[in-house]
């Protein structure tokens, strides 16, 4: 797991002349380089001739050929790929969640782009202020439903879809990609059940990006959708993004349907039927299967909060007076899915949401810890 630190910083500027020659260049993790030419690399910001780079914790050697020069830029340290897992529970961790955050909004040099469903932070409006005067291009995203006057001197593009731009992710320098359940809102920081994945990688940091672009054109509610596996050292990490995505459904109710021991949820909203199904599958077939609710989404008229009652799959209710806004499943100890989908038919076919399915158990750990700790807190009075 990422530990809060500050990356050694280097910009290397270099100019295409007549003369053909090679070099190498060695970085390391957190270190960027701007090159005159454009060049096709996960995570490049090309602008007005030149490739602005910034390498991911994750990197093999790349060669580049441009107008007679070689170069061969290698990894300085051998690391792995890096990901961070941060919860904001009703306050709890605040500063901690946004220390971290604004730490790496902070050392951004070239780009920050924000697609999020609702921003009303000031703390998180402010630092983006002041990346944006210290030359950093700072585009935002969000739902017109919650259009303020927070983020009016950002230049804000608001959605045109007639659902839901939903939303909660960032991407800065196109090596680390910020995303979970986390509105930056004051209720999201203070008041809420929140996660928050941080993942550095240049690919994982390249899907993002185009599909912030799609959005940035006017693309809302649809797309297109190419399915990606990115392989990283800890294990692979599969980016989601509907409804551009027909089948996300169907991925997570097969995850569920090959699932050998566990499937735990913490879920804000679910009324998604062929999820509920599954899940009642695998506890027919003996697997550990939990749900964690939020209470109020609990008593929807589409909520399948009775029907896993009525089929014998323990399930509870939150107890927070604020929000219980998670949206994540973990299965087996391995697989976690986490961003801003919840179990519904809308994020399904109407919302712009996203999500990941991440294969690594030391992440699956992190939630495990996490899902327990409400599991225990909450479970006494809802069991009996």
Not at 164 to 188: C, E, P, R, W
Not at 371 to 377: D, H, V
Request: net charge neutral; with cysteine; proline share 3%.
């Amino acid at each position: 797991m990422r530990k809060s630190k500050v990356f050694p910083l280097i910009i290397l500027i270099i100019s295409i002349g007549i003369i053909s020659f090679s070099m190498k260049i060695c970085l390391s993790p957190g270190d960027w380089l701007e090159l005159n030419g454009k060049y096709d690399l996960p995570g490049a910001y090309i602008k007005d001739g030149k490739t602005f780079w910034r390498i991911d914790a994750h990197f093999e050697s790349t060669a580049l050929e441009y107008k007679g020069i070689s170069i061969t830029i290698e990894s300085s340290e051998t690391i792995g790929d890096d990901a961070t897992v941060l919860f904001v529970d009703a306050g709890e961790n605040e500063e901690r969640v946004w220390g971290y955050l604004k730490k790496l909004l902070k050392s951004s040099k070239k780009f920050v782009y924000i697609c999020v469903y609702d921003i009303d932070y000031s703390p998180f409006v402010r630092e983006l202020k002041n990346i944006k005067k210290n030359g950093v291009d700072v585009k935002v995203i969000s739902e017109l439903n919650n259009k303020n006057p927070f983020c009016d001197e950002l230049g804000l593009v608001y959605d045109s879809n007639p659902k839901l731009m939903h939303n909660k992710f960032l991407v800065i320098d196109g090596y680390a990609v910020v995303t979970g359940s986390l509105n930056f809102t004051q209720n999201g920081f203070k008041k809420n059940n929140n996660n928050v994945v941080v993942v550095f990688s240049n690919e994982l940091a390249q899907e993002y990006m185009e599909e912030f672009q799609e959005m940035l054109d006017g693309t809302f509610g649809g797309g297109k959708f190419s399915p990606v596996l990115i392989r990283t050292d800890l294990g692979t990490i599969q980016p989601i993004f509907t409804p551009d995505d027909k089948n996300a459904t169907e991925k997570i109710v097969s995850l569920i349907d090959r699932a050998i021991k566990s499937v735990h949820v913490m879920m804000f909203a679910f009324t998604s039927r062929d999820i509920a199904m599954a899940l009642v599958r695998a506890r027919n077939r003996g697997l550990d299967v939990r749900v964690i609710m939020e209470g109020f989404q609990a008593s929807n008229r589409w909520s399948v909060y009775s029907f896993l009652k009525d089929n014998e799959v323990p399930v509870i209710l939150d107890k927070n007076p604020g929000v219980f806004h998670h949206k994540v499943m973990i299965v087996d100890g391995k697989y976690t899915l986490t961003g801003s989908f919840n179990y519904t038919n809308s994020a399904q076919r109407s919302n712009d949401e996203n999500f990941l399915i991440i294969t690594d158990p030391s992440i699956s750990k992190t939630f495990e810890r996490k899902f327990e700790y409400y599991w225990q807190s909450w479970s006494k009075n809802d069991l009996q």
